[in-house]
């Protein structure tokens, strides 16, 4: 007769002969609930079903309690025969596919395409996952999130990063139409005041504003951190003009065309240059100072 295995403490023991195995049940070293199994059967099977192995329980007296079975509990590891797991245990259920792949992916998402991936397989990775499914919901989710992320990047934050620069630079080309509009309002407050004052130039800019009635915004160079004065009164007092007066003392029958009346911080328009209002009203914005070195006012050199 073929000789049989059993199982004790989830390891497998053996091979015993029928009165080896008989030897172990009268010893007490193989007890009714371990599983047994030889060649010839399809699963291992409860010692105690094997007939004569475990003589029969003897009947309880007729006023005695009936003894309470305890609760039973699987063997914590699966049995082994020849490399394979027992047929009388069930294999655990594999995780979701779609959910590793959403993740991987997600990892991923620099690379072209990962991020949309992730997102697709993480949706399929969640109706495939749950209570009651296959197990896998969390690398589901985290690559369902990775891919949002690398989508955001792709869609706005990685194009947003190549337009930003661009958009600044036409913000700093409008701010220079502005600044030169601004110094031309000027130019044409100075022609007013000139020809209510026989052609003399006003000696500073609050002159001019308050006699004018020129607006205190006009002074202030849209690219720079100047504010606009409260009153003419403060218009001087730093930080609400970003322009340099140059034509105190000079006079609009005598003026060089060609000299510079004011001018602006080149530092406002990010050192590329500045704007300059010259003698005859016309603004021109020049990289180069045309300012003159000959130490007078409004005058080439």
């Known amino acids: 007769m073929a000789d049989w295995f059993y199982g004790r403490d989830g390891q497998q023991q053996g091979p015993v002969s029928s009165a080896g195995l008989k030897q172990l049940a009268d010893s007490g070293q193989l007890r009714p609930d371990d599983l047994v199994w030889q060649e010839g059967m399809a699963k291992w099977v409860a010692a105690?079903?094997?007939?004569?192995?475990?003589?029969?329980?003897?009947?309880?007296?007729?006023?005695?309690?009936?003894?309470?079975a305890p609760p039973y509990s699987p063997p914590?590891?699966?049995?082994?025969?020849?490399?394979?797991?027992?047929?009388?245990?069930?294999?655990?259920?594999?995780?979701?596919?779609?959910?590793?792949?959403?993740?991987?992916?997600g990892i991923l998402f620099c690379v072209p395409f990962c991020s949309l991936l992730a997102i697709i397989f993480g949706i399929l990775g969640i109706q495939q996952t749950g209570e009651g499914k296959r197990p896998g919901r969390g690398m589901a989710l985290t690559g369902?999130?990775?891919?949002?992320?690398?989508?955001?990047?792709?869609?706005?934050?990685?194009?947003?990063?190549?337009?930003?620069?661009?958009?600044?630079?036409?913000?700093?080309?409008?701010?220079?139409?502005?600044?030169?509009?601004?110094?031309?309002?000027?130019?044409?407050?100075?022609?007013?005041?000139?020809?209510?004052?026989?052609?003399?130039?006003?000696p500073d800019l609050a002159t001019l504003a308050k006699?004018?009635?020129?607006?205190?915004?006009?002074?202030?160079?849209p690219s720079s951190n100047d504010t606009p004065a409260t009153s003419t009164d403060t218009l001087?007092?730093?930080?609400?003009?970003?322009?340099?007066?140059?034509?105190?003392?000079?006079?609009?029958?005598?003026?060089?065309?060609?000299?510079?009346?004011?001018?602006?911080?080149?530092?406002?328009?990010?050192?590329?240059?500045?704007?300059y209002l010259f003698g005859d009203g016309h603004v021109e914005f020049d990289s180069q100072s045309p300012i003159g070195t000959s130490g007078q006012p409004g005058l080439k050199g």
């Open 211 to 221: 006699a004018e009635d020129v607006d205190l915004k006009t002074f202030v160079c």
């Open 144 to 202: 369902l999130i990775l891919g949002s992320v690398g989508m955001f990047l792709i869609v706005i934050a990685i194009p947003m990063s190549i337009l930003l620069p661009s958009l600044s630079r036409a913000r700093e080309i409008a701010n220079r139409v502005k600044c030169a509009a601004n110094e031309r309002s000027i130019g044409m407050a100075i022609l007013l005041y000139c020809n209510d004052n026989r052609g003399a130039y006003p």
């Open 48 to 68: 105690s079903q094997v007939k004569g192995l475990f003589a029969p329980p003897a009947a309880p007296a007729a006023d005695a309690p009936l003894p309470i």
């Open 236 to 275: 001087l007092s730093g930080g609400h003009c970003s322009y340099v007066y140059l034509g105190k003392g000079l006079n609009a029958r005598t003026v060089d065309p060609s000299a510079v009346v004011l001018y602006e911080n080149a530092a406002d328009h990010e050192q590329q240059g500045a704007n």
């Open 76 to 105: 914590a590891v699966p049995l082994m025969q020849g490399g394979a797991i027992s047929p009388s245990y069930m294999q655990p259920e594999r995780r979701s596919g779609m959910a590793l792949a959403s993740l991987i992916c």
